[in-house]
C-alpha cells in the first residue's frame, strides 16, 4: 500500500473542488434570489436548493478511488497505468507487480500533489457572478420602473371641464382633446423649459409660462380667469393659446362657450409663484468688533460664505473709514473687490480674504466698519444682500474731549473770545502800574497787550472768513507789524500756539472754506455790485451768522484794529475805549446766539390780570365726541357658512340663493388670504366654487367643503360678550339672603 | 295568617245571596212533608252546604296570606356567567329571566325575591321591581368613556372645556378631539392604568349646533368614535359706561380696545367742576350727569375709577346699587393705590398685602405690573383667574356684581405689542363681571343619554305663568309643576329621531330648547354606568336582599275552587242517593 495516501489525497481534492464547484452555483442563485425578494429567508432558502440540486447533479461523493486511479493513469505518463497497484494490499501481489508497485509510488510521490483534479470551477464562479449581477440589474429596472409607475399619477392631473349649468347628459359638447403647458424659466435660472399637462403650476418670479389648449369639437371665447380678470385665448391653428408672464400668485380656470351657448367651466388650479431668494452672506471667523493697537498687524482674516439659489453674480465688500468724532467725523466709503474672482453662476461660493487697514490709509482712532454684499443674476434687478457689519478700530492713544458750552445753543467760538474782558483787566492793571514800573517795562507789557489784541482779532477774523498770514507765515511779522521785538513776539505767537486748542481751529477749517488771500477792508469799499449780489466766493456773504451779526462783527475787528494801536503806541488808556466798545460789541454777539436758543420757547397768551385764580368756568363747555366703529369678526362670512353648512348636511334646509351668496362673500374672504399660500387654500375655494355647481351640491360636498373651512379658519380673538343667563330665582333669595347676614 | 275572607269576585254578592236564599226555601217547601224525620233535617243541611259552595264558585273567597314565592334571577346586560352558575349551584330550580329594556318581566307573577345581575334595570323600568325584596349583585366593569361632560352651550368665543373619563386605557391608544368636520384639534395618549382623565380645552370657531367627536385612535383604526353635541351661540356687544375723574392710559387704552371690537361705549371725564368730555362711540348718545336707576339701567357694565366711585354721592350711589342688585349691571373699580386702604363700609373689598408688584402669565415673558395687594378670602368674594393666578374678584350683589382687579398699567402690554394677551386678560374680567343677556326660560336636561323611544326628562324653570312646550312635531308636552318651587316645571318627551331635536314653548318668541339624541351604538359605556349608578343607588351595593319583605309578605291569595265542586258533589250526591237508599 505505498503510495496509496496520495491517491486517496487526490481522491478528497477531487470531491472538494466539486462541492466547491455547487457551493459556487448554489451562491449565486441565492444572491440572486435575494437580491429579487429582498428577503434574507427566500436567499437562504434559494441557496439551500440550489447546492441540493448541484450537489446532486455533481455527486462529488461519487468520485471513488477508482475514478481516481483512472484519472491518474489517463494523465500522468509516470504512472504507467499501474496506479491501481497502490491500492492494492502488498500480500495480494505477485513479486513483480510488487516491483512495480514500488515503482510508481516512487515515481508518482512528487507529481501526483501536484496534479489537479479535473474541475470547472472558474465557470462555476463566472455563473454566480452572472446571476449576481442579474440579480442587481434586475433590481435597478424594478426599481424604475417603480418609481415611473409613481410618478405617472402626479403627472396624470388634467384639466376637465364640467357645464356651469345642469344640462341634459344627452348633449353632446365639446370636450378637451389636449392640454400642454410650457414654463419658460427666466434664462438665468438655467433651468430647462418645462412641458406639462398638470395645470397645477409652480415657477419661478418672471417664467413665461404658455397654455395650449385643444379642443373637440367647436367651441368659442375660451378665457381664463385668473383671480377675476378674464384673459382671452389666441386661437391659432386650432390650438388655443395663451401667453403670460408669472408676476404674481393666484388661482385661475378656464371658461369656454360651445355652439349652444352653455358655459363650461373648468375646475381652480394653483399659480404659485417662488420668488427668487435673495442670495445669503455670511462672514466667519470673525468678532463683530476687532480692536487695534496702532503697532500690531493690522489685518482682518475672515471666511465670507455667499449661497443663492439660482447663482451669484457678484460679491464685494464695503468698507467704511470714520476718522475723527464729533462734529469734524468724516467718513469715506470704498469697495473693496475680493482677491479671488467671483466665477459668475455658481450657486455657493465660500471666500477668503484679508482685509489690510492699512492699504485703507487708516490712522490711529480711525474706525472701520465693512459688510459682504453680494448679487445675484435675477433680472431686471438683481437681489442685493448684505451680511452683518462689522467693526475694527485702531485704538488712539490720545483722545480730544469735546465739550459744548453751557451758554450757549451752538458752540461755534472758541474760548479765546472771551479774553477781552482780561485785556480790559491787564490794560487797566498796566495803567495803575505805571507809576511803580519802568517805562521799558510798561512799553513791552503795552506791547505784549497789543500782540494778544492782535490774536484775538485774527481770531475773530477767522469767523469772518479772514485770512491768518502772520500765523502760516511768521516771518513776515516783522515788516506788518513794523515794529521791534519781534523775536521776543515770535517766541509769544509760537508759546500761543502750542497752548492754544488746534483743534478747534481745525474745526473752523470744516466748518468755514478757505480763500484766497483777500484783503476785506478794501474789497468792500471797491465792488459797487456788493449789495446786488450773493456772492458765496465771498467771505463777507457766508452764511455762518446773520448779516446784522456779522456786520457788528465787522465793527469789533475794527475796533479791534484801533485798540490794538493804541496799545502797540504805548497808549493803553486811550485804548481803553475801544477795548470796552469791542466787549461790549462781543457781548452782543453771544447774546444774539443765546437769543436763538429763546426763540424756540413756548410763548403763553397773556392771561388778564383781573380773570386769574378768580375760579370762573363759565365759559368752558363740555367737550362732545362722536365715533363710530364698524366691527366685523374676521371671516365673519366664512364663519357663518359653517353653520349653514351643517344644516345643509343635516337636511334641514334647501340650498337658496342666499346660500350662494353667502358661499361665494366666504370664498372672497378666503382668497385675498390664499394669494401668499395658494396650494392650502385651493382645496377650500375650489369646494366653495363648486358649491355653484347644481351637481355639486350633495352631501359628501358640504362635508368636505365644511371640513376645509375649519381647518383653515383661524381661532376667534377674545372678545367680552353678553352671555345668556338665567336669574333663577332661587339663587336670588340665596344672594339676598346672604347679603343681610354679611 | 289572618281570617279575613275576602271576595274575590265582589260584583253582586248580594243578589247571589237572595237567589240562593231563595233556592232554599223552594228546596224546604218541596221536602216540606218529611219534616217530621230525621232525614229532612240531613237533607236541609246537606243542600244549605251545595247552595253555598255554588255561591261561593261565583264568588271566589281570597284569604291574606303570606306569600311563600319562589326566588328568581334577572339577568340584565353585563352579566358574569359565573355568577349564574354558582346561584343555580345553590338554588335548584330557581327561575331564570333576561331582561329587555321596556319589556315587562314575566317572571315577576310568581317570584318575590330577586337576585339581579348585570349592569341593573333601566331607570325607567325600575318601577317593575317595587315590592320586590332584591339582592343587586352587579356585573362586569363597564370600559371605555364612562363620563364625557362639557357644557351643552357656549358664547362664540369662549373655552369649551371637556373632562372625559376613560375606564381601562390601553398604551399605545389615543384620545382624539376632532370637530365636526373632522380636523383633530387636540390630542392625549393613554397611559396603561385602570382609569385615566382627560381634559380638552377649545375654541369653536364658529356658532351653531355641531356634533364634534372624541376619537380613541390605535396606529391603524378608530377604536370608538362618540358624539360630542355643542351649541355655540353668538354674544351680543356690551353696553359699558366709563367715568373717570382725569384721563388715564389705562382708560384709554380699555377704550380703544372696546369700541374697536365694535362694543357701545360712553367714556366720561371730568375736565373741571362740572364739566365733563363725554365720548360716545358706535351709537351711545345721551350723557349722563347724576347716576339714576332709568340712566344706568341699559348699560351692562360702568367701569368706574377709584376717585369716582368714592365721590359718588349718596344719591347716585344708591341708585347705582338698586341697578346692580335688580338689572344685573355690573361695576368695575380702576384701583389705584386708595382704593386698598378702604374701609369695610366703602368698599366691599378686602385686601390683604402681598409685596408682590409684578407676576408673570402663562409662557410669555411679559410681566405684569400690579399692586401689592392679593384679595382677602371673603364669603361672596369670586376670584376671576387668569393662568389660575387671581388677578380680579367680584362680589355678587343679587342680580349684579361689582369687582375689581389689582392689575395696573396693563396697557403697557399693548404698547409692548401683546395685544392678544391684553384682549384675553380684559375678555376675562369683563366677562365674569358684565352684565348677561337675561332668558325668560332655562332649559335643563335631565336624562344624560337620551335615546329615541326613551324617555327624556326635563326641566323648564321660567318665571311664565302658563307654560305650554311643544315638540317639532307640534305635540304638546303635559308639564308638572313642582309643588315647592313654582317656577320649576318637569316634563317627559320620548324623541323620536336621533341627532337634534328640538323643544319650544309655546311662546314663540323664546329660543328654542335643542338637545341632541345618541344613537344605538353611541355613548354605551357612558349608559351603562349611568344605569349601574342608578341601580346601585336603588338596591344598594351590599349583596343582601332589600327589606321589602316584612313589608309585603301579605297577598290575597284565593281559596281553590276545588273544595268547593267537591263540597257540591258530595251535597248532590248524597242528596240524589239518599232516596234510592231508602228503596
Known amino acids: ?125 463566472l455563473v454566480m457572478f452572472g446571476l449576481i449581477l442579474l440579480g442587481l440589474a434586475v433590481n435597478f429596472a424594478l426599481a424604475n420602473v417603480n418609481k415611473l409607475s409613481e410618478k405617472e399619477p402626479s403627472n396624470k392631473e388634467q384639466i376637465t371641464f364640467a357645464p356651469k349649468d345642469s344640462l341634459p347628459s344627452t348633449t353632446e359638447f365639446p370636450e378637451l382633446k389636449g392640454t400642454n403647458i410650457t414654463i419658460q424659466y427666466p434664462r438665468y435660472t438655467g433651468k430647462s423649459t418645462l412641458n406639462t399637462t398638470s395645470p397645477n403650476i409652480r415657477a419661478v418670479q418672471g417664467s413665461r409660462i404658455i397654455w395650449n389648449l385643444e379642443f373637440d369639437g367647436d367651441v368659442q ?78 489685518r482682518l482674516m475672515f471666511n465670507a460664505n455667499i449661497s443663492d439659489d439660482f447663482g451669484i453674480a457678484d460679491a464685494y465688500i464695503i468698507a467704511t473709514v470714520s476718522k475723527g468724532s464729533g462734529e469734524s467725523v468724516k467718513f469715506r466709503e470704498e469697495t473693496v473687490r475680493f482677491d479671488r474672482g467671483i466665477p459668475k453662476g455658481n450657486k455657493q461660493i465660500q471666500l477668503q480674504q484679508a482685509l489690510d487697514m492699512d492699504a485703507l490709509k487708516m490712522e490711529p482712532g480711525d ?24 467693526f475694527a478700530v485702531i485704538r488712539d492713544t490720545i483722545t480730544d474731549a469735546f465739550a459744548v458750552e453751557g451758554n450757549l445753543g451752538v458752540d461755534l467760538m472758541p474760548d479765546y473770545f472771551r479774553s477781552q474782558r482780561q485785556l480790559i483787566m491787564d490794560t487797566e492793571k498796566l495803567i495803575a502800574d505805571k507809576p511803580n514800573i519802568s517805562e521799558k517795562e510798561f512799553k513791552s507789557r503795552s506791547n505784549e497787550l497789543g500782540f494778544d489784541q492782535k490774536q484775538l482779532r485774527l481770531k475773530y477774523g477767522q469767523f469772518m472768513g479772514d485770512e491768518t498770514e502772520m500765523q502760516s507765515a511768521p516771518g513776515a511779522v516783522s515788516h506788518h507789524e513794523g ?80 485798540a490794538e494801536l493804541q496799545l502797540r503806541l504805548y497808549e493803553p488808556k486811550k485804548s481803553m475805549p475801544y477795548q470796552y466798545d469791542a466787549l461790549e460789541i462781543i457781548q452782543d454777539i453771544k447774546n444774539s446766539a443765546r437769543i436763538y436758543v429763546h426763540r424756540i420757547g413756548f410763548d403763553p397768551p397773556p392771561i388778564k390780570e383781573e380773570n386769574r385764580l378768580s375760579g370762573n368756568i363759565e365759559d368752558i363747555t363740555n367737550f362732545d365726541k362722536q365715533e363710530e366703529y364698524p366691527y366685523e369678526m374676521s371671516f365673519a362670512s366664512t ?61 359628501e360636498n358640504y362635508r368636505m367643503v365644511q371640513k376645509n373651512l375649519l381647518s383653515v379658519l383661524p381661532e376667534i380673538a377674545d372678545i367680552p360678550m353678553k352671555k345668556t343667563e338665567y336669574q333663577d330665582e332661587i339663587n336670588m333669595l340665596y344672594l339676598k339672603e346672604l347679603e343681610a347676614y354679611e | 295568617m289572618s281570617d279575613v275572607v275576602v271576595f274575590m269576585n265582589q260584583n253582586f254578592p248580594w243578589p247571589l245571596v237572595l237567589i240562593g236564599l231563595l233556592l232554599w226555601t223552594v228546596f224546604i217547601w218541596k221536602e216540606w212533608s218529611q219534616r217530621k224525620e230525621r232525614r229532612f233535617w240531613v237533607k236541609l243541611a246537606l243542600s244549605f252546604f251545595a247552595i253555598v259552595s255554588l255561591i261561593m264558585i261565583i264568588l271566589k273567597p281570597g284569604i291574606h296570606q303570606k306569600t311563600t314565592n319562589g326566588k328568581g334571577i334577572v339577568l340584565t346586560e353585563g352579566y358574569r356567567p359565573g355568577q349564574v352558575d354558582s346561584l343555580r349551584s345553590i338554588y335548584k330550580r330557581i327561575q331564570t329571566e ?86 383633530p384639534l387636540d390630542s392625549l395618549p393613554f397611559d396603561e392604568q385602570e382609569e385615566q382623565l382627560f381634559e380638552f380645552n377649545l375654541k369653536p370657531k364658529a356658532s351653531g349646533q355641531f356634533v364634534y367627536h372624541l376619537l380613541v385612535k390605535n396606529e391603524e383604526d378608530v377604536v370608538s368614535d362618540e358624539p360630542l353635541p355643542i351649541q355655540v351661540e353668538e354674544g351680543d356687544p356690551l353696553k359699558v359706561l366709563m367715568v373717570n375723574t382725569f384721563p388715564t392710559f389705562e382708560t384709554k387704552y380699555l377704550k380703544n380696545f372696546l369700541t374697536e371690537k365694535g362694543h357701545e361705549v360712553l367714556a366720561r371725564t371730568q375736565l373741571t367742576k362740572g364739566k365733563y368730555k363725554f365720548e360716545y362711540f358706535n351709537g351711545a348718545s345721551k350723557p349722563i350727569y347724576g347716576f339714576t336707576e332709568a340712566n344706568l339701567k341699559d348699560f351692562d357694565i360702568l367701569i368706574v375709577d377709584t376717585d369716582s366711585y368714592m365721590g359718588l354721592g349718596r344719591t347716585s350711589k344708591e341708585a347705582m346699587e338698586e341697578v346692580v342688585k335688580n338689572s344685573g349691571l355690573g361695576i368695575f373699580i380702576q384701583p389705584n393705590e386708595d382704593l386698598f386702604g378702604l374701609s369695610k363700609r366703602q368698599s366691599p373689598f378686602q385686601f390683604n398685602r402681598d409685596f408682590v408688584t409684578e407676576l408673570n402669565l402663562g409662557d410669555t415673558d411679559q410681566s405684569l405690573q400690579k399692586y401689592p395687594y392679593g384679595f382677602q378670602e371673603t364669603v361672596g368674594t369670586q376670584h376671576i383667574l387668569v393662568d389660575s393666578i387671581p388677578v380680579a374678584a367680584y362680589v355678587p350683589m343679587q342680580k349684579g356684581k361689582i369687582g375689581t382687579s389689582v392689575l395696573q398699567s396693563t396697557y403697557q402690554m399693548v404698547l409692548d405689542g401683546q395685544e392678544a394677551l391684553y384682549a384675553y386678560l380684559w375678555t376675562q374680567i369683563l366677562n365674569g363681571i358684565a352684565k348677561g343677556r337675561e332668558s325668560l ?143
Open chain 1, 1 to 125: 500500500m505505498i503510495g496509496a495516501g496520495n491517491i486517496e489525497r487526490f481522491q478528497k481534492r477531487w470531491q472538494q473542488s466539486k462541492y466547491m464547484e455547487g457551493l459556487l452555483y448554489a451562491t449565486g442563485f441565492g444572491g440572486f434570489v435575494y437580491l429579487l425578494t429582498h428577503h434574507v429567508f427566500f436567499g437562504i432558502l434559494g441557496l439551500l436548493v440550489a447546492a441540493g440540486i448541484a450537489f446532486w447533479v455533481l455527486r462529488p461523493w461519487k468520485i471513488s478511488s477508482k475514478n481516481a486511479v483512472a484519472y491518474i493513469d489517463a494523465h500522468l505518463p509516470q504512472a504507467g497505468y499501474s496506479s491501481g497497484l497502490l491500492l492494492s494490499p502488498a500480500h495480494e501481489l505477485s513479486s513483480l507487480s510488487k516491483l512495480q508497485q514500488y515503482r510508481v509510488a516512487e515515481q508518482l510521490g512528487p507529481v501526483l500533489p501536484k496534479l489537479s483534479p479535473p474541475h470547472k470551477l472558474l465557470r462555476a464562479a
Open chain 1, 221 to 298: 371665447e375660451v378665457e381664463m380667469d385668473l383671480m377675476g380678470e378674464p384673459i382671452d385665448f389666441i386661437k391659432t391653428d386650432g390650438l388655443y393659446r395663451l401667453t403670460k408672464t408669472l408676476e404674481a400668485s393666484g388661482f385661475y380656470s378656464f371658461t369656454f362657450k360651445d355652439n349652444g351657448g352653455n358655459v363650461h367651466v373648468s375646475d381652480l388650479y394653483s399659480l404659485e409663484m417662488v420668488t427668487d431668494e435673495p442670495p445669503m452672506v455670511q462672514i466667519e471667523g470673525l468678532d463683530n468688533y476687532s480692536y487695534f493697537a496702532f503697532d500690531d498687524d493690522k
Open chain 1, 367 to 390: 474706525e472701520l466698519y465693512f459688510y459682504v454684499e453680494a448679487l445675484d443674476q435675477r433680472t431686471p434687478t438683481a437681489n442685493i444682500a448684505r451680511s452683518e457689519t462689522y
Open chain 1, 483 to 562: 515794529e521791534a521785538e519781534h523775536d521776543h513776539e515770535e517766541g509769544e505767537e509760537d508759546l500761543l500756539d502750542e497752548y492754544s486748542h488746534k483743534h478747534d481751529s481745525e474745526n473752523e477749517h470744516n466748518l468755514v472754506e478757505e480763500h484766497g488771500h483777500e484783503n476785506e477792508d478794501q474789497e468792500e469799499e471797491e465792488d459797487p455790485l456788493h449789495d446786488y449780489l450773493h456772492n458765496h466766493s465771498d467771505p463777507e456773504e457766508s452764511t455762518l451768522f446773520e448779516k446784522s451779526l456779522k456786520a457788528k462783527l465787522r465793527d469789533a475787528l475794527n475796533i479791534m484794529w484801533d
Open chain 1, 639 to 699: 364663519r357663518e357658512a359653517i353653520p349653514r353648512l351643517e344644516q345643509l348636511i343635516q337636511d334641514r334646509k334647501g340650498f337658496s340663493d342666499a346660500d350662494g351668496a353667502l358661499f361665494a362673500d366666504a370664498g372672497n374672504e378666503l382668497a385675498q388670504k390664499a394669494i401668499s399660500q395658494p396650494l392650502k387654500y385651493l382645496k377650500v375655494l375650489q369646494g366653495l366654487r363648486d358649491l355653484e355647481k347644481a351637481t355639486y351640491r350633495t352631501k
Open chain 2, 98 to 183: 333576561a331582561y329587555s329594556k321596556g319589556r315587562t318581566l314575566s317572571m315577576l307573577d310568581n317570584v318575590d325575591t330577586l337576585f339581579l345581575l348585570g349592569h341593573g334595570l333601566e331607570a325607567f323600568d325600575l318601577w317593575q321591581l317595587d315590592n320586590k325584596s332584591v339582592a343587586f349583585l352587579g356585573g362586569e366593569n363597564v370600559e371605555g368613556w364612562t363620563s364625557i361632560s362639557h357644557g351643552s352651550k357656549i358664547t362664540l368665543g369662549e373655552e369649551l372645556h371637556v373632562n372625559a373619563t376613560y375606564v381601562g386605557p390601553k398604551e399605545g391608544h389615543w384620545a382624539i378631539l376632532t370637530d365636526n368636520g373632522g380636523n
Open chain 2, 441 to 583: 326660560v332655562d332649559w335643563n336636561a335631565m336624562t344624560q343619554v337620551p335615546r329615541v323611544d326613551e324617555p327624556f326628562e326635563f326641566v323648564l324653570r321660567t318665571s311664565l305663568n302658563d307654560v305650554e312646550v311643544i315638540t317639532d312635531d307640534g305635540v304638546r308636552i303635559p308639564l308638572l309643576q313642582n309643588s315647592v318651587v313654582p317656577t320649576q316645571w318637569n316634563g317627559i318627551h320620548y324623541p323620536r329621531k336621533t341627532g337634534w331635536n328640538q323643544l319650544r314653548a309655546f311662546n314663540d318668541s323664546l329660543a328654542p330648547f335643542s338637545y341632541y339624541v345618541f344613537g344605538d351604538g353611541q355613548l354605551v359605556p357612558i349608559s351603562k354606568s349611568k344605569t349601574l349608578e342608578t341601580n346601585l343607588r336603588e338596591f344598594g351595593s351590599e349583596n343582601t336582599f332589600t327589606p321589602s319583605v316584612s313589608r309585603s309578605n301579605k297577598a290575597l291569595v284565593p281559596i281553590s275552587p276545588l273544595w268547593f265542586y267537591f263540597l257540591l258533589l258530595f251535597c248532590l250526591g248524597w242528596l240524589w242517593l239518599e232516596p234510592k237508599l231508602r228503596l
